[in-house]
């Protein structure tokens, strides 16, 4: 990677300059959560930053030091979660937004790879658009997932759409964190469908043993590296097409 990302390791004289130059500032949350027995807490944070990195320096960016906590209401009873409220998280996100508009970033990218995220972030950029007239807040999470799988997975998400430490991030996980996967501890789960999640809060350890939708088993370093590719590449092709 090169240093030139890096939000944080710019003296100001540089961050004076090269701010308002870039095409986005990348604002990157993560999560302390479960991922299963094989993956650690950090896995949100790990990958998040491996593509935040990787789409930064396709387009020209900039990278905040990713922010380590996230809303993980649904596995915060599994041991070792973290949890920020959703009005902490927009807070969050909108202090960090306006520091930014300040020292004159042209774009905002809030992104994660933590679906639970997923909200405060597009709440934040409601209220920067509404309340400060910004229009240049963007977010991403996994934009496109399950076509970007195509050709490199093989085992199917669940239910069409859960992914949580499956086959996708465990083979991210593979070709990022090597040292920090267990996978003689993997195993596939598939938990029983139970319809009342879609009509009230349900945390997942009412339904969810081990913490993992999919099958992690089959996942390779390959495979991840593959895809982690294939997915900054898409994020960056949408922000060159859509930033100016
Ligand atoms: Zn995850």
Not at 41 to 61: I, M, P, Y
Not at 66 to 92: A, D, K
Not at 119 to 142: H, Q, V
């Amino acid at each position: 990677m090169s240093k030139d990302i890096y939000y944080d390791k710019m003296t100001w004289p540089e961050a004076e300059k090269r701010i308002p130059e870039a095409k986005a500032v990348i604002v990157s949350l993560g999560s302390v959560e479960e991922h299963g027995y094989h993956l650690p807490l950090s896995t949100d944070n790990v990958l998040g930053n491996a593509l935040a990195c990787g789409v930064a320096e396709r387009t020209n960016s900039l990278v905040l030091p990713i922010m380590p906590f996230g809303q993980v209401w649904s596995t915060r009873n599994f041991p070792g979660g973290i949890s920020l409220s959703e009005e902490t998280l927009v807070r969050v996100l909108v202090d960090v937004a306006l520091s930014l508009q300040r020292h004159k970033a042209r774009n905002i990218i809030f992104h994660t790879g933590h679906n639970g995220n997923q909200p405060a972030m597009k709440t934040a950029a409601r209220r920067l658009y509404d309340e400060y007239g910004m229009s240049n807040i963007w977010y991403f999470c996994y934009p496109d997932f399950s076509k970007m799988s195509e050709g490199i997975m093989e085992t199917p998400l669940w239910r069409g759409t859960g992914m949580h430490a499956g086959e996708v991030e465990t083979s991210m996980m593979l070709a990022e964190a090597p040292e920090l996967c267990h996978m003689d501890q993997a195993v596939a789960d598939y938990p029983e469908y139970h319809e009342e999640i879609n009509y009230r809060c349900v945390p997942w350890t009412e339904y969810a043993k081990v913490g993992i939708f999919g099958d992690p088993t089959v996942a390779t370093a390959e495979k991840g590296k593959a895809y982690t590719e294939r997915m900054i590449n898409h994020m960056a092709e949408i922000i060159n097409r859509l930033m100016d």
